[in-house]
């Protein structure tokens, strides 16, 4: 089947603007995350979503940032007057369930966001 | 607060070496403990993982050594081939409650044909 898929895979925008990061997780998986990988250094959890709801959201750098799951599968990561220290690829995960013992999170191939 | 170490930040092995890959942890609540893959342009990818209740997995020619008192767990690529050059990641998380994951700052390994 699909796995988790990211778009855009690239997003260059000017210091100031507003940006959104799509990610389509895995059909059936409850569990939605969001890290930042920025460069030549491993992911950073930014976000936790369980169903529809954040559960935690203790990632996130300020309130600049913002992620929503309206429906339960699909989120976005909604990121409002870039700064050029944005720049990163930003990685989505889903699991089956982040509630039950561990269950494997699968990683898209993430957004490449670029600040000018 | 780093709270998974890894090093070192880059290796070059030979072809049919040993990679060996070294991260440590702080937070004693961790009790999973995976590696992840990375190949440029892709996102990161589950390799092999240990729970703390064993000191060592074998999956093929990968290996994780686990030692619970140093909080320490290391990686073994065992016959490296060219095709395992990739970013490795260690990472930390818990297995009660929700599970994000702690990662390490990632070793690139070039393995020479």
């Known amino acids: 089947g699909a796995g988790v898929s990211q778009t855009p895979s690239n997003k260059v925008t000017e210091k100031g603007k507003y940006v959104e990061l799509r990610c389509d997780p895995i059909?059936?998986?409850?569990?939605l995350y969001w890290y930042r990988q920025s460069l030549g250094q491993g992911p950073e959890f930014l976000i936790y979503?369980?169903?529809?709801?954040?559960?935690?959201d203790s990632g996130l750098p300020n309130d600049r940032f913002f992620a929503v799951r309206p429906e339960g599968s699909v989120s976005t990561l909604k990121i409002q007057r870039t700064e050029r220290g944005d720049s990163a690829v930003y990685l989505c995960a889903s699991s089956l369930t982040g509630n039950l013992g561990y269950n494997e999170q699968f990683f898209g191939p993430g957004t490449r966001l670029t600040v000018l | 607060q780093q709270q998974v170490k890894q090093s070192p930040q880059s290796l070059i092995v030979q072809k049919g070496g040993i990679s060996i890959i070294n991260c440590a942890y702080e937070?004693?609540?961790?009790?999973?403990f995976p590696w992840y893959q990375q190949f440029p342009g892709k996102g990161p990818a589950l390799l092999i993982a240990?729970?703390?209740?064993?000191s060592e997995k074998k999956e093929g020619r990968f290996t994780i050594s686990f030692n619970k008192s140093a909080k320490q767990f290391s990686l073994h690529i065992m016959d490296s081939q060219p095709g395992d050059s990739a970013t490795y990641f260690c990472?930390?998380?818990?297995?009660?409650?929700?599970?994000?994951?702690?990662f390490g700052k990632g070793t690139m390994l070039l393995v020479s044909p």
């Open positions: 059909s059936g998986h409850t569990a």
């Open positions: 979503f369980q169903g529809t709801g954040a559960a935690d």
């Open positions: 937070n004693t609540a961790f009790d999973y």
């Open positions: 240990i729970r703390p209740d064993v």
């Open positions: 990472a930390a998380s818990r297995l009660s409650g929700y599970s994000t994951l702690t």
